[in-house]
């Protein structure tokens, strides 16, 4: 019996030592990942001490060079030139004050000084100089500056704007032509040299070569305001004010201010109050006499003007007299009628007035527009509108009027 509880005993006793034998090899596992991982972590250690050990062994990068005594020079130059020309600029604008006060004498010092200390704005400076000699009526001392400019490849068109009136006013209108059509040839876009091959067939009488000449240069450059407001001016004296009423109000939208804004707001008004009028019987619209014929053909089409005074009849109807509220209401009828009636008509100025009144803000422009017309009612309505106003001229300044090259408005493009 004895001797079977021992062998019991001892049986029981290798069992435990079976059941714990697992737990060693875990532990001595672990152990074992340990070492791995001590043994990584020195692997990485000694890597890193490699790439410093590289990175120090890089040769270092050689000093910049020193720049040279020309260098230096050079470097020097070109800041007093810089600091030279920005006081150049100063004695511009003063300059120009003393043009404006008429004091030309003290001007030219100021510009021959300007010219000293900015050499490299010869062609800046020098055309200032002709600009002075030519509001001092010394137009042979503007001649003489400007030829030289003439011949150089960076002169603007001005030059020969200038230069070309400058042969004007001695009465050579023959070289100012010249001068104009040499300029054309740099310049083919230049509005300003076809606004003054206007101006010296206008001084002829020939009102049909001027408007040619106009009407080129505000399809060539139709951001060039002088061009629209010498084509209305002949328009609005004849008896085809439609087409003075289209130029016109385009000009006011690329010029606003000035005494000619001033002038053409009171023209445009003026041409509303007299050729719309009202009868006990009925309404007359009377915006289209043909007698200006195209330049480029025998008889001038007349459709464009027959349906915008169509549309201007029906949108009259209501009313029995014209101010700037009653002109509102017509013209803001006009749009829908015209868009409606001729579409083919469709317009950058149209298309403008469109855009106002789905903004709410035609009636303000309306009033800009005309208020020289008739002060005393655009003033009155601004005092009582001024936020709706104001927010009418944020409006525009942000959004200067859409014309360029694509969407001119041209008589010629209305056939």
């Not at 030139?81 to 600029?89: F, I, P, Q, S, V």
């Not at 015209?338 to 008509?345: D, I, L």
């Amino acid at each position: 019996m004895k001797k079977f509880l021992i062998i019991l005993s001892l049986f029981a006793f290798s069992l435990v030592s079976l059941a714990q034998t697992p737990q060693k090899t875990t532990t001595s596992t672990k152990t074992s990942t340990q070492t791995k991982s001590k043994t990584t972590s020195k692997s990485k250690t000694n890597s890193a001490k490699g790439k410093k050990t590289q990175e120090k062994a890089k040769p270092a990068k050689p000093k910049e060079k020193a720049p040279s005594k020309e260098e230096i020079k050079a470097a020097q130059e070109k800041e007093k030139t810089a600091k030279g020309c920005e006081e150049a600029n100063k004695k511009l604008v003063l300059a120009h004050q003393e043009m404006d006060n008429k004091q030309y004498y003290r001007a030219e010092e100021l510009l021959k000084e300007a010219l000293d200390i900015c050499p490299s704005d010869v062609l800046k400076y020098k055309y200032e100089l002709a600009w002075n000699n030519y509001l001092m009526k010394e137009f042979k001392k503007t001649i003489e500056i400007l030829d030289t400019l003439s011949l150089d490849p960076e002169s603007p068109a001005d030059v020969y704007q200038l230069l070309g009136n400058a042969y004007d006013e001695l009465g050579n209108q023959n070289m100012a032509l010249i001068t104009y059509d040499k300029g054309l040839r740099k310049h083919p876009n230049a509005g300003c040299l076809f606004l003054e091959k206007g101006n010296l067939a206008y001084k002829r009488s020939n009102f049909i070569g001027a408007l040619e000449q106009y009407e080129n240069g505000i399809e060539k450059d139709p951001t060039f305001a002088s061009n629209y407001y010498r084509t209305s001016q002949i328009f609005l004296s004849s008896s085809e004010e439609v087409w003075g009423i289209m130029y016109g109000e385009i000009f006011m939208l690329l010029e606003k201010g000035g005494e000619r804004a001033v002038e053409m707001s009171r023209k445009l008004y003026e041409t509303y109050h007299s050729e719309i009028t009202f009868t006990t019987k009925d309404i007359k619209v009377n915006f289209n006499d043909p007698t200006i014929v195209y330049s480029n053909s025998k008889t001038r089409p007349n459709l464009f003007p027959d349906n915008y005074e169509n549309a201007l009849v029906k949108a009259c109807q209501g009313e029995k007299n014209i101010t700037l509220e009653s002109l509102i209401r017509i013209r803001k009828r006009f749009i829908s009628i015209f868009y409606r009636e001729s579409p083919s008509f469709k317009n950058v100025l149209f298309d403008y007035h469109k855009k106002l009144i789905d903004l709410g803000l035609f009636d303000a422009y309306n009033y800009w527009l005309f208020g020289y017309g008739n002060t005393q009612e655009a003033s009155s309505w601004i005092k009582n509108n001024k936020s709706e106003f104001d927010r009418f001229i944020s409006w525009q300044e942000a959004n200067p009027f859409p014309i360029k090259q694509e969407n001119v408005f041209s008589r010629y493009k209305m056939e």
